[in-house]
């Protein structure tokens, strides 16, 4: 029966836009079993990705609503549903694995759940993940702040102070990747405190103990500070973003999984690519350190960008000291969904789950 359960939640989380597949070895079961007890499992199996009463889930499975909603609440606390707020009423939803359930986590990480998330990744999730090029990826990379020229012609969706300064609520916690890494005896000297979450994440993130609340201008001191480390902006894939990465290419589980493709930007559907004048650059191989898809080169005497694989992240025109690098608009590139919701019924068209 419990294994009968759990099979059932792997499926109904694998239908969620972002999938949960199964791997040769059944190491997501193993995943499953320990974050749920059969009786969560069972709960979650019957949830819905839209937020609705513990009345309604309770109607659903035939529970006391009363029980159903106290059961609800603990199952939030550990990061395996979703909860949130509207007009004075608590609503509870279904929670993807990726991108949820696993960055709940983040405080509850420990060495062996970060081992099976790893042989998972590599097993079955990133052999789904991106199944053709072009296809919608929750997050996306947005350029730093210090490449950005006023010829760009930059929407608000793609500068960074622009978005911070729209949100009424940010928190800030870890980043699980990095959580990861160093319980994976790969710990990271970049800073650790730099994934954010906006509105009702934010909310979430800061009444369950998971994050800490900061204000516009704290945020961006962090942004600024990463920008000068040469991390990488990732927002999620909307023009209203609910969250925001900060990346580092040695623990990335995102940009790990971008690397593999022959051309990165496919994958993104990167809206900038960096470009080198040959006069400027005098070969010091800066850009050439920096850059997290191993997009340049030197070729006769001069730095040189495949714009297949510069996803456009700009960490390279931040650190060049001769000013010879620039980001160009590249172009037919698609703008993102207005809102979460509409990436995720894009992802699930993809997926064919829709």
Same mark, same amino acid.
């Given at each position: 029966?419990?294994?009968?359960?759990?099979?059932?939640?792997?499926?109904?989380?694998?239908?969620?836009?972002?999938?949960?597949?199964?791997?040769?070895?059944?190491?997501?079961?193993?995943?499953?079993?320990?974050?749920?007890?059969?009786?969560?499992?069972?709960?979650?199996?019957?949830?819905?990705?839209?937020?609705?009463?513990?009345?309604?889930?309770?109607?659903?499975?035939?529970?006391?609503?009363?029980?159903?909603?106290?059961?609800?609440?603990?199952?939030?606390?550990?990061?395996?549903?979703?909860?949130?707020?509207?007009?004075?009423?608590?609503?509870?939803?279904?929670?993807?694995?990726?991108?949820?359930?696993?960055?709940?986590?983040?405080?509850?990480?420990?060495?062996?759940?970060?081992?099976?998330?790893?042989?998972?990744?590599?097993?079955?999730?990133?052999?789904?993940?991106?199944?053709?090029?072009?296809?919608?990826?929750?997050?996306?990379?947005?350029?730093?702040?210090?490449?950005?020229?006023?010829?760009?012609?930059?929407?608000?969706?793609?500068?960074?102070?622009?978005?911070?300064?729209?949100?009424?609520?940010?928190?800030?916690?870890?980043?699980?990747?990095?959580?990861?890494?160093?319980?994976?005896?790969?710990?990271?000297?970049?800073?650790?405190?730099?994934?954010?979450?906006?509105?009702?994440?934010?909310?979430?993130?800061?009444?369950?103990?998971?994050?800490?609340?900061?204000?516009?201008?704290?945020?961006?001191?962090?942004?600024?500070?990463?920008?000068?480390?040469?991390?990488?902006?990732?927002?999620?894939?909307?023009?209203?973003?609910?969250?925001?990465?900060?990346?580092?290419?040695?623990?990335?589980?995102?940009?790990?999984?971008?690397?593999?493709?022959?051309?990165?930007?496919?994958?993104?559907?990167?809206?900038?690519?960096?470009?080198?004048?040959?006069?400027?650059?005098?070969?010091?191989?800066? +850009?050439?350190?920096? $850059? /997290?898809? %191993? @997009?340049? !080169? *030197?070729?006769?005497?001069? &730095? #040189?960008? =495949?714009?297949?694989?510069?996803?456009?992240?700009?960490? +390279?025109?931040?650190? $060049? /000291?001769? %000013? @010879?690098? !620039? *980001?160009?608009?590249?172009? &037919? #590139?698609? =703008?993102?969904?207005?809102?979460?919701?509409?990436?995720?019924?894009?992802?699930?068209?993809?997926?064919?789950?829709?």
């Amino acid at each position: 029966m419990d294994t009968d359960v759990y099979r059932r939640l792997q499926k109904h989380l694998d239908r969620l836009p972002m999938g949960f597949p199964q791997s040769e070895s059944g190491v997501e079961m193993e995943i499953i079993r320990k974050l749920f007890n059969p009786e969560e499992a069972e709960i979650a199996c019957a949830m819905d990705v839209r937020p609705e009463s513990p009345i309604a889930v309770a109607e659903r499975l035939g529970r006391d609503p009363e029980e159903t909603r106290e059961k609800l609440m603990e199952m939030s606390r550990k990061g395996l549903i979703f909860r949130t707020e509207r007009d004075g009423e608590t609503l509870f939803s279904g929670a993807a694995f990726v991108v949820g359930i696993y960055e709940y986590q983040v405080k509850r990480m420990d060495k062996d759940l970060a081992e099976k998330k790893d042989r998972y990744l590599k097993e079955a999730f990133f052999k789904e993940w991106h199944p053709k090029v072009g296809a919608s990826s929750f997050s996306r990379v947005m350029p730093v702040g210090k490449s950005i020229t006023p010829d760009l012609g930059i929407k608000p969706w793609e500068e960074i102070r622009s978005i911070v300064e729209a949100q009424e609520r940010i928190a800030v916690t870890d980043c699980i990747c990095r959580v990861k890494a160093g319980l994976l005896g790969r710990p990271c000297e970049k800073p650790m405190e730099t994934c954010f979450a906006f509105g009702a994440g934010a909310r979430f993130y800061i009444e369950n103990g998971w994050a800490r609340e900061v204000s516009r201008e704290e945020a961006l001191e962090i942004i600024d500070k990463c920008e000068g480390e040469g991390m990488v902006l990732s927002p999620s894939n909307a023009q209203a973003p609910v969250a925001m990465c900060i990346c580092c290419p040695c623990c990335c589980d995102v940009l790990h999984s971008i690397k593999r493709f022959p051309k990165p930007a496919m994958v993104l559907n990167s809206g900038f690519c960096s470009e080198i004048d040959p006069d400027k650059c005098l070969a010091c191989e800066t +850009c050439i350190e920096r $850059c /997290p898809m %191993e @997009a340049i !080169q *030197l070729s006769d005497g001069s &730095a #040189v960008v =495949d714009d297949g694989r510069c996803i456009g992240c700009g960490v +390279c025109v931040s650190a $060049c /000291p001769e %000013e @010879a690098v !620039q *980001l160009i608009r590249r172009e &037919a #590139v698609v =703008d993102p969904p207005q809102r979460i919701g509409h990436l995720f019924k894009q992802m699930a068209v993809e997926r064919g789950k829709a």
